[in-house]
């Protein structure tokens, strides 16, 4: 049973006024649009307002609003000649066992499945991701999604059309898998879409995700990837590319962050000359 009040009698009223085949193709089409596009627009005014200026991870390099208007008019388009195509046969779902029916799952079974769907999604994105980065792929492929060294919300799906293909399809692998409920399938859809945006946004904020939860990457970990053209592959966890040794430079580069922090820290604590020469 669902554990929201009114959740189930709002999810019935849905399914019964609108065909299920219009839910899992035109539905979740519009709800992508409405999530990816509402992602970026805090991170849009924050590119407007200098106050957050300062937790730009990269902050020597300005993305200006022409080069976002092109990112968003390619974007858009491949929204529509690859993105919308695809999800339009998405009705295929209940071939795949996605289920649209009147009964809602409890948010315990939501939130474990679409945790599960991350975990696939994350593990599958690491390989298909180092794999565009073999000279071939990168060269033909996924150099475009690399026009922006300093990205930011919108460019994470800018890229070429058969990556969004490619890489799209470590996002539905998990769904494949667990076989969730249509509802469940639209809450991976939004926080998917809240993750890609926010890992490219380029901003390392003190309430960042990644400063509360050690084993997610988030900006800091995905910018140095476009700032370095390589390691750190997966899309949310930290732990594949450390396992597989792909993160050596991050961390590395890191240490080193640490390290200066800690020697400017050390040289506004010591004491001058003469407050030395005073204090003998």
């Not at 992602?39 to 200026?53: A, E, G, I, K």
């Not at 937790?55 to 300005?62: S, T």
């Not at 939860?213 to 988030?218: N, R």
């Amino acid at each position: 049973m669902a554990e929201v009040p009114g959740l189930q009698e709002a999810w019935g009223t849905l399914v019964e006024n609108v065909p299920a085949w219009q839910l899992r193709s035109f539905g979740t089409f519009v709800l992508h649009e409405m999530f990816y596009w509402g992602s970026y627009l805090p991170f849009f005014v924050m590119d407007r307002t200098p106050y957050f200026h300062k937790w730009k991870i990269q902050d020597e390099k300005e993305n200006d609003l022409p080069g976002q208007w092109q990112c968003f008019k390619a974007v858009m388009l491949n929204h529509m000649l690859v993105v919308f195509p695809i999800v339009m046969v998405s009705h295929l779902f209940e071939f795949l066992g996605v289920d649209a029916g009147y009964e809602v799952p409890s948010l315990i079974t939501i939130a474990f499945q679409v945790f599960v769907c991350f975990l696939i999604e994350d593990f599958c994105f690491y390989w298909g991701h180092r794999a565009l980065h073999t000279d071939f792929l990168y060269r033909h492929i996924h150099s475009v999604h690399h026009t922006y060294s300093a990205p930011f919300g919108i460019a994470a799906e800018y890229a070429h059309p058969l990556e969004v293909i490619f890489l799209g399809l470590s996002t539905i692998f998990g769904p494949i898998i667990c076989r969730p409920h249509l509802l469940t399938l639209w809450v991976y859809l939004f926080f998917r879409c809240l993750q890609t945006v926010e890992c490219h946004s380029g901003y390392d904020f003190p309430w960042s995700l990644n400063r509360w939860l050690p084993f997610y990457g988030g900006a800091d970990f995905h910018d140095h990837h476009h700032k370095s053209y390589s390691g750190n592959y997966a899309s949310v966890f930290i732990w594949t590319d450390y396992i597989y040794g792909t993160d050596t430079s991050y961390r590395q580069w890191k240490s080193k962050m640490a390290a200066d922090e800690k020697k400017l820290a050390s040289a506004d604590c010591a004491p001058t000359d003469s407050a030395a020469k005073r204090s003998t």
